[in-house]
Every structure is written in structure tokens, then in C-alpha cells.
């Protein structure tokens, strides 16, 4: 079963509205999640690193005021694309580790379609 | 820089045996993983390989040689629904035993035809 989970799964909504995306990691605690965008035939790019009790580390070239992280608790993760614009329309996907150095398992990701 | 390169395009026949080549070139290493993801689908993990070797998961198997900055994704008895986009990414950071950032290829495209 999955063991980390994303929502919503799709959204549709206006230029210049906020979208919150939620990732949940079920069964286990979480200090780190990833958060991961996806354009279309392109591959995975880490957009930044939610740490929990601390600030979200950003990959270069990402807006941090404009992709807000929150990690507020163990299990829980947010995203929110803050006034998004067409070109913000992508896959966004969060992932988490389960344990060590175990591999990343990912949720199933939120398709944003800003019009 | 960082990157991952593996074949963009793989087409291969139902029953067929396929492999999917990935060299890399990273700052740091601490494993190679393979994803699975469907058309409109998030990632699947399928395989890691932190040590060389091979590593054998029912039809799928992957191998890592370090040394030679290399690995594979072996599919075995192809079905149709293992058409899929498959990345290798390989994990750069150790933040102090927690999981570090995965760094993806920019996957390859495998079409089973019948």
C-alpha cells in the first residue's frame, strides 16, 4: 500500500490564485520530505527540502516566496504556490524516505493546470 | 556538473529481455534507485543498489559497479504493461543519516509491442 500520500490529485484554478498541496507520510514519522516538479516528457527536478521544526531548504533557482513550504508536523508537509501563473502548470510530487537509508517512496503526485 | 544519462527510447517485443543502461556523474554517491512511472502517474521505486552487484526483484533486476560509475535495469519476461518511462537517480547528500535528494536521469521510454 502507498505509504506517503499527496493532495489533491489534480488541480484546475485561475492565474493568481494560491494552491496548497498537502503529503502526508502514513505509518511513519517523516523529519525530511522532497518536493519534486515534472514537466511533461521531462524528468523529475528537486524544486526543495522540507525539514520538520526548521526552514525548507530551496533548490537554485526556485522562488521561496513563491513555493511556500511548511513541515509542520512529523507526517505532514505543504506546499503552497503562492498567486500561480500558466507557466507555474506542472506535476508536482513529494516523496519521503521511510526509514535510513532506505529509498525515497513517493505520493501520487498533484497535476496543477493554472489557466 | 551533475548528471545521469540513460537511453531516451527503448521498443522491445511481450516475453523479450531488456536492459537499461545508466552512467553517472555526481558530486557524492550514496546509491543508485530505479523508478517506474506511468503516463499521468507518479514514480514507482522498483530497485537500489547502495554495494556492487546485482540485485534481483522477481522480473526486474539491477546492477551497480562504483567503480565504473554504472548500473542497469534488467527487465525480464516483458509484459505489455510494462510500458512505462523507468529513471535511475542516484541519492548525492547524506544529511547526517536521513534520506539526501535524489538526482534523476531524464528517463527512458520503454514501448512493448506484442
Known amino acids: 500500500g502507498a505509504v506517503v500520500s499527496q493532495h489533491p490529485s489534480r488541480v484546475i484554478c485561475k492565474s493568481g490564485t494560491s494552491v496548497k498541496i498537502e503529503c502526508r507520510s502514513l505509518?511513519?514519522?517523516?523529519?525530511?520530505m522532497f518536493w519534486y516538479r515534472q514537466f511533461p516528457k521531462q524528468s523529475l527536478m528537486l524544486m526543495a527540502t522540507?525539514?520538520?521544526?526548521?526552514?525548507?531548504?530551496?533548490e537554485q533557482g526556485v522562488e521561496k516566496d513563491k513555493f511556500l513550504i511548511n513541515h509542520a508536523s512529523l507526517t505532514l508537509s505543504t506546499l503552497t504556490v503562492t498567486s500561480a501563473h500558466p507557466e507555474d502548470s506542472s506535476f508536482y510530487i513529494c516523496?519521503?524516505?521511510?526509514?535510513?537509508?532506505?529509498?525515497?517512496?513517493f505520493g501520487d503526485g498533484t497535476r496543477l493546470s493554472i489557466l | 556538473g551533475q548528471s545521469l544519462e540513460q537511453p531516451s527510447e527503448v521498443t522491445a517485443v511481450e516475453g523479450a529481455i531488456v536492459q537499461i543502461n545508466c552512467t553517472y556523474q555526481?558530486?557524492?554517491?550514496?546509491?543508485l534507485s530505479w523508478y517506474q512511472q506511468h503516463d499521468g502517474g507518479a514514480p514507482t521505486f522498483l530497485s537500489y543498489?547502495?554495494?556492487?552487484g546485482l540485485e534481483e526483484t522477481g522480473r526486474f533486476s539491477s546492477f551497480l559497479s562504483r567503480s565504473d560509475s554504472y548500473g542497469y535495469l534488467l527487465l525480464q519476461e516483458l509484459q505489455m504493461k510494462d510500458s512505462a518511462s523507468y529513471f535511475c537517480?542516484?541519492?548525492?547528500?547524506?544529511?547526517?543519516?536521513?534520506?539526501?535528494?535524489?538526482?534523476f536521469g531524464k528517463g527512458t521510454k520503454l514501448s512493448v509491442k506484442p
Open positions: 516523496s519521503a524516505p521511510v526509514q535510513g537509508n532506505q529509498p525515497q517512496h
Open positions: 505509518d511513519f514519522q517523516a523529519t525530511t
Open positions: 522540507s525539514n520538520e521544526g526548521s526552514k525548507a531548504t530551496y
Open positions: 555526481t558530486s557524492g554517491f550514496y546509491g
Open positions: 543498489n547502495a554495494l556492487d
Open positions: 537517480a542516484v541519492r548525492d547528500r547524506d544529511y547526517g543519516g536521513s534520506q539526501g535528494n535524489l538526482i
